[in-house]
């Protein structure tokens, strides 16, 4: 267990030093939720309607967005072979870069929609739905993503490569995000349907998502 | 190198060349008897009138588009258990084909469409969910794409492939989920009264006959891509030879 919480602290050091961009996903996230009301006008009522999908989208491709930073690193300065190398499995290596992953970029982005939120005109109960369904459906976004964090590394090519592969496995959890949010807000179907079965997206891709990304890790780097 | 590429497949080189005219034959008769069928005996629905006939070409599309993925996912086994050399060149050869019937369905969908809904393209579950089984394909093409080396690229999208059929499944049923939460299901109604002999026929031949064309255009594809792979192979051989002589 030992070696598994030096490197999750490590790469808690590391995202939140210099250079680590810890912060710069939320920031993203700010500049996407700024430019939509820009591109569909300034309408309150809208924007209160449209709201949470907005929330969700921008939290989506913020969290893209920082994907690259999981493996890419460790790649480029070989600490990923000593990871491979390592008695520890790989599969709980890469669950541990996952959850400190998850802390340091994809929990800003629950902690900062509330106060987006503000600027869309969410009403505070639709807000604390926004916020829970964002807590539960992160984890999967980040799962989901190391898998294609682990291709793109392994491939030595970034870049777009890696939202045009993962964005489409990404769709269940924004669908039910989307809708657990909604629901909370609108109805007609009670906030517990689709919230459940966005925690349960989440748990399958933490059963089946490490063991992926270790897979392309040791197939791509062998 | 992938000098192991050289080894096996002259056998299945020989095998398909043998079979090839067979099945393209095959594929060819098929198709004269289907279409004929298509044209001239099944008969026009009494709503529809002749645009149900585009129906022969869209079931079968759609059929194809999953079947790719299936025969994808059973060669990235291949590659990833068995270690099978020519399980990545059938898993990159059927990505395209595969690619092409989803568009091909996409496509004949949206003219059913036109004169059915009044609109080339409606938010409906099925339709959805073929979009994107089509755009993971592309996917899995701009992959095959980006790296040089055939097994590593093989070996990474073998992995792609196997989370992408785990996700399909889920994938459909959520976007069925999403459709019915945001329109009636009155808008399309699936079946309506049970498919009339005279018309399930000719659907059938079609079916079978748009199967062997797969398998045709996928054989066919795999011979390319192993003679491709060689030529490969020998380029870099005369490079090596080349700067080393």
């Known amino acids: 267990m030992m070696p598994l919480a030096a490197l999750f602290l490590r790469d808690i050091r590391l995202a939140v030093r210099i250079g680590g961009g810890a912060v710069m996903g939320v920031l993203f996230f700010l500049i996407v939720v700024t430019l939509v009301p820009l591109a569909v006008g300034p309408d309150l009522a809208l924007l209160q309607r449209i709201g949470p999908a907005i929330l969700w989208l921008g939290a989506l491709l913020a969290s893209l967005l920082a994907l690259d930073h999981l493996f890419a690193a460790d790649y480029a300065d070989g600490s990923l072979d000593v990871i491979?190398?390592?008695?520890?499995?790989?599969?709980?290596?890469?669950?541990?870069?996952?959850?400190?992953?998850?802390?340091?970029?994809?929990?800003?982005?629950?902690?900062?929609?509330?106060?987006?939120?503000?600027?869309?005109?969410?009403?505070?109960?639709?807000?604390?739905?926004?916020?829970?369904?964002?807590?539960?459906?992160?984890?999967?976004?980040?799962?989901?993503?190391?898998?294609?964090?682990?291709?793109?590394?392994?491939?030595?090519?970034?870049?777009?490569?890696?939202?045009?592969?993962?964005?489409?496995?990404?769709?269940?959890?924004?669908?039910?995000?989307?809708?657990a949010a909604n629901a909370a807000i609108v109805g007609p179907t009670p906030f517990g349907t689709p919230f459940t079965i966005l925690c349960a997206l989440s748990l399958a891709s933490l059963a089946i998502g490490p063991f992926a990304a270790a897979a392309a890790l040791r197939h791509g780097l062998e | 190198m992938a000098l192991i590429d050289l080894a096996n497949p002259t056998r299945f080189l020989n095998l398909a060349n043998r079979c090839l005219p067979w099945l393209a034959g095959l594929t060819a008769v098929l198709f004269a008897a289907g279409l004929y069928q298509t044209w001239f005996v099944a008969p026009d629905d009494y709503q529809q009138g002749a645009t149900v006939?585009?129906?022969?070409?869209?079931?079968?599309?759609?059929?194809?588009?999953?079947?790719?993925?299936?025969?994808?996912?059973?060669?990235?086994?291949?590659?990833?258990?068995?270690?099978?050399?020519?399980?990545?060149?059938?898993?990159?050869?059927?990505?395209?084909?595969?690619?092409?019937?989803a568009f091909l369905c996409l496509v004949t969908g949206s003219l059913w469409g036109r004169p059915m809904w009044g609109t080339y393209w409606v938010?409906?579950?099925?339709?959805?969910?073929?979009?994107?089984?089509?755009?993971?394909?592309?996917?899995?093409?701009?992959?095959?794409?980006?790296?040089?080396?055939?097994?590593?690229?093989?070996?990474?999208?073998?992995?792609?492939?196997?989370?992408?059929?785990?996700?399909?499944?889920?994938?459909?049923?959520?976007?069925?989920?999403?459709?019915?939460?945001?329109?009636?299901?009155?808008?399309?109604?699936?079946?309506?009264?049970?498919?009339?002999?005279?018309?399930?026929?000719?659907?059938?031949?079609?079916?079978?006959?748009?199967?062997?064309?797969?398998?045709?255009?996928?054989?066919?594809a795999m011979r390319n891509e192993i003679m491709r792979r060689r030529v490969r192979t020998l380029r870099l051989q005369q490079a090596g030879a080349g700067a080393g002589g």
């Open chain 1, 84 to 179: 491979l190398t390592a008695r520890a499995p790989l599969e709980l290596a890469v669950l541990a870069k996952a959850a400190a992953h998850w802390l340091t970029t994809g929990l800003p982005l629950v902690i900062a929609a509330p106060v987006l939120g503000l600027m869309l005109n969410i009403e505070p109960k639709a807000m604390a739905a926004v916020t829970l369904t964002l807590l539960a459906g992160t984890p999967a976004l980040t799962l989901i993503g190391a898998v294609g964090a682990a291709l793109s590394v392994a491939l030595r090519r970034g870049g777009l490569l890696l939202p045009v592969l993962v964005l489409p496995l990404t769709i269940p959890v924004l669908i039910f995000g989307v809708a």
């Open chain 2, 53 to 101: 006939k585009i129906m022969y070409i869209h079931v079968p599309s759609a059929w194809l588009g999953m079947f790719g993925w299936t025969l994808m996912s059973i060669a990235a086994l291949g590659t990833l258990v068995w270690r099978h050399p020519l399980a990545d060149v059938a898993a990159k050869t059927a990505a395209p084909i595969g690619a092409a019937f």
């Open chain 2, 123 to 220: 938010w409906d579950a099925r339709l959805t969910s073929v979009l994107v089984l089509f755009l993971m394909y592309l996917g899995m093409m701009t992959l095959w794409r980006t790296v040089e080396d055939p097994s590593r690229a093989g070996r990474a999208a073998a992995v792609l492939t196997l989370v992408g059929a785990i996700n399909l499944p889920i994938i459909k049923f959520s976007v069925d989920w999403w459709n019915t939460l945001h329109q009636p299901a009155s808008v399309f109604r699936v079946g309506g009264p049970a498919i009339d002999r005279s018309i399930l026929l000719p659907l059938i031949v079609m079916v079978l006959a748009f199967t062997l064309l797969f398998v045709t255009l996928h054989l066919a």
